[in-house]
């Protein structure tokens, strides 16, 4: 570190450190909890996003498509082709991280490294980004957005891509970005996941809720826990349609006129006879 103009400046290193970390394996991955995970992880993005050729590998991407300064949408589409099509993906034994510089350097990654290195790059021009973790739980596909509460019940991740907003400094956009499928900025896994649409066997076999079904007489409601009660006021509700039935109701008519003649020429004596008694 020198002084300069009164203030403190750091030289950087174009080369890197020789004791900067390049992997890290991470034995305690599982017993950490999530917002832990993303701050481990944000840390390490954030750290490769300021290293000035992360800078210039983005504005050589930009310049090659073409894209005009402050086009934000356009190059953040760009970034995330990039690592698509540059970065190829592998599985890994047990959780390890890369270092973004490594996995550029090396050229493969799994999803943690590919999205952190997607992130970095974002950073290096100041687009905002926030990762995205999605998973499995009784209730179906989930995903959590870095930064947000956490689910109440239980899921289990498997997955992490990222979401990147524009412009700069104070966004009003956001877009899905998924590095590990060839798909589009705002291309979401969770969306096409629930259309039926598999895309990542960490994903596979999640069973979503059954629609209801509805037919004559009566309805499948599946939602819990009082299924039974709205099955029976479904019931009857339909006993009482089928009564209102103009069909169903003429016979009842008939005999309802019928009864009110009956009743009258019945009662009529009656009340002449009592009338004569009041009278008198």
Same mark, same amino acid.
């Given at each position: 570190?020198?002084?300069?103009?009164?203030?403190?400046?750091?030289?950087?290193n174009?080369n890197?450190?020789?004791?900067?970390?390049?992997?890290?394996?991470?034995?305690?991955?599982?017993?950490?909890?999530?917002?832990q995970?993303?701050?481990?992880?944000?840390?390490?993005?954030?750290?490769?996003?300021?290293?000035?050729?992360?800078?210039?590998?983005a504005?050589?991407?930009?310049?090659k498509?073409?894209?005009?300064?402050?086009?934000?949408?356009?190059?953040?589409?760009?970034l995330?082709?990039?690592?698509?099509?540059? &970065?190829?993906?592998?599985?890994? #034994? *047990?959780?390890?991280? +890369?270092?973004?510089?490594?996995?550029?350097? $090396? !050229? @493969?990654?799994?999803?943690?490294?590919?999205?952190?290195?997607?992130?970095?790059?974002?950073?290096?021009?100041?687009?905002?980004?926030?990762?995205?973790?999605?998973?499995?739980?009784?209730q179906?596909?989930?995903?959590? &957005?870095?930064?947000?509460?956490? #689910? *109440?019940?239980?899921? +289990?991740?498997?997955?992490?891509y990222c979401? $990147? !907003? @524009?412009?700069?400094?104070?966004?009003?956009?956001?877009?899905?970005?998924?590095?590990?499928?060839?798909?589009?900025?705002?291309?979401?896994?969770?969306?096409?996941?629930?259309?039926?649409?598999?895309?990542?066997?960490?994903?596979?076999?999640?069973?979503? #809720?059954?629609?209801?079904?509805?037919?004559?007489?009566?309805v499948?409601?599946?939602?819990?826990?009082?299924?039974?009660?709205?099955?029976k006021?479904?019931?009857?509700?339909?006993?009482?349609k089928?009564?209102?039935?103009?069909?169903?109701?003429?016979?009842?008519?008939?005999?309802?006129?019928?009864?009110?003649?009956?009743?009258?020429?019945?009662?009529?004596?009656?009340?002449?006879?009592?009338?004569?008694?009041?009278?008198?």
């Amino acid at each position: 570190m020198s002084t300069i103009a009164g203030m403190k400046a750091n030289r950087v290193n174009l080369n890197g450190p020789a004791t900067h970390p390049k992997v890290w394996h991470l034995p305690e991955w599982k017993s950490a909890s999530h917002p832990q995970r993303m701050a481990f992880m944000r840390k390490i993005a954030l750290q490769a996003g300021h290293d000035p050729r992360l800078a210039t590998l983005a504005v050589s991407i930009f310049k090659k498509h073409g894209i005009r300064p402050r086009n934000y949408k356009a190059q953040a589409a760009a970034l995330l082709n990039w690592v698509q099509t540059k &970065i190829y993906y592998i599985n890994e #034994p *047990s959780e390890r991280l +890369q270092d973004p510089l490594t996995t550029l350097k $090396v !050229g @493969y990654g799994d999803c943690d490294d590919m999205v952190m290195l997607l992130c970095a790059l974002f950073e290096s021009v100041r687009l905002e980004w926030r990762f995205v973790l999605a998973g499995k739980s009784a209730q179906g596909m989930v995903r959590w &957005i870095e930064g947000t509460p956490l #689910p *109440s019940y239980p899921v +289990q991740f498997n997955h992490i891509y990222c979401m $990147v !907003g @524009y412009p700069p400094f104070k966004p009003q956009k956001w877009f899905f970005a998924e590095p590990t499928v060839g798909k589009k900025l705002g291309w979401d896994v969770i969306a096409a996941n629930r259309k039926g649409e598999s895309f990542l066997p960490e994903l596979a076999g999640i069973e979503q #809720p059954a629609p209801v079904e509805e037919k004559r007489g009566q309805v499948l409601d599946l939602s819990p826990p009082d299924k039974g009660m709205k099955k029976k006021a479904v019931d009857i509700w339909i006993d009482i349609k089928k009564g209102l039935d103009p069909v169903n109701m003429i016979p009842i008519l008939i005999v309802g006129a019928i009864s009110t003649v009956l009743a009258q020429e019945i009662v009529r004596p009656y009340v002449r006879k009592l009338y004569k008694n009041l009278t008198k």
